[in-house]
């Protein structure tokens, strides 16, 4: 039996993935969500509760690695008092603080949410700290920063909209309107960078074979796939609308109301080419 390792949001889509590929690569693996039936291995953790995170880490084994991939999502509604950030920084705190002073080796799921919008180069540049006046990707952002400083062995891995056959609500955000089966055509057809969870778990496993250190990586199918292509999958009615039209709408579309961020960023996922530069860079120790 390999290394002892902890999946945080271990029923969600990309921690039940790669809860799976680590059993098969032979890791002992234990999994913790805030609720579900608990198993041997997977147990029901409130995570935003300090005393019962607390607990929980005090009566593991010897825990080696932590996968963290337990976060509100993007576009959904955390519990009261908090935004979305917030509430996932209080999850990560109480983990950090849980461990103590013999912090594991961390693997966290972060998001290419944290660039935002405004970088007209593409690809957009691996970049450690980008500005960003994305909430959800200020918070992603702000945990990194988080475990950079508190973490000697750290991999921060940036994923693209991920997705499989059975989850691609990532991927119908580029072409549909909302709640609908209207589909948008922009043209000229923006190009996007997606993520194939199989490809989560193959960077995952990587980490877990390469000395101590601390990386960052941006991982993502090598191919940029074209909503013109994204169009042809999906059965629906499609209007045409030039991306300049789109592009107008968002600038004019005010951000001090939360509809109006809302709306801004559901546009930015039809209109907007999603392209980033992948790979994995080097960061300085502590």
Same mark, same amino acid.
């Given at each position: ?97 849980? &461990?103590?002073? %013999?912090? $594991?080796?961390?693997?966290? @799921?972060?998001?290419? !949410?944290?660039? *935002?919008?405004?970088?007209? /180069? ?61 589909? &948008?055509?922009? %043209?000229? $057809?923006?190009?996007?960078? @997606?993520?194939?969870? !199989?490809?989560? *778990?193959?960077?995952?496993? /990587? ?80």
């Amino acid at each position: 039996m390999k290394n002892h390792i902890l999946v945080t949001g271990g029923t969600g889509f990309i921690g039940g993935a790669l809860t799976k590929v680590l059993r098969v690569a032979g890791y002992k693996v234990t999994s913790v969500s805030r609720s579900s039936a608990e198993t041997e291995d997977h147990f029901a953790v409130d995570l935003a509760d300090k005393e019962s995170v607390a607990e929980f880490v005090r009566d593991l084994e010897s825990v080696t690695t932590v996968i963290h991939c337990a976060a509100i999502a993007h576009g959904k509604t955390p519990p009261q008092k908090y935004s979305i950030a917030d509430f996932n920084t209080l999850i990560l705190e109480n983990l950090i603080s849980a &461990f103590g002073s %013999l912090q $594991p080796h961390w693997i966290f @799921l972060s998001s290419i !949410s944290v660039y *935002g919008e405004g970088y007209e /180069k593409k690809p957009v540049p691996i970049m450690v700290q980008p500005e960003t006046t994305d909430v959800y990707g200020l918070g992603k952002l702000r945990d990194e920063q988080r475990l950079l400083a508190t973490c000697d062995n750290l991999d921060i891995i940036r994923l693209m909209p991920t997705y499989d056959l059975e989850h691609m609500e990532d991927v119908k955000k580029r072409i549909f309107f909302p709640k609908t089966s209207i589909k &948008f055509r922009i %043209l000229p $057809p923006p190009n996007y960078c @997606l993520c194939n969870v !199989s490809l989560v *778990g193959d960077a995952v496993l /990587k980490c877990l074979d390469r000395i101590s250190g601390r990386r960052l990586h941006q991982v993502g199918d090598k191919e940029l796939l074209s909503q013109r292509d994204l169009l042809e999958k999906f059965p629906g009615f499609a209007v045409t609308i030039p991306q300049v039209l789109i592009k107008i709408c968002i600038r004019l579309i005010p951000i001090q109301l939360k509809l109006g961020c809302t709306v801004r960023l559901l546009l930015k996922k039809l209109a907007q080419p999603n392209v980033y530069e992948l790979g994995i860079v080097d960061l300085p120790c502590k």
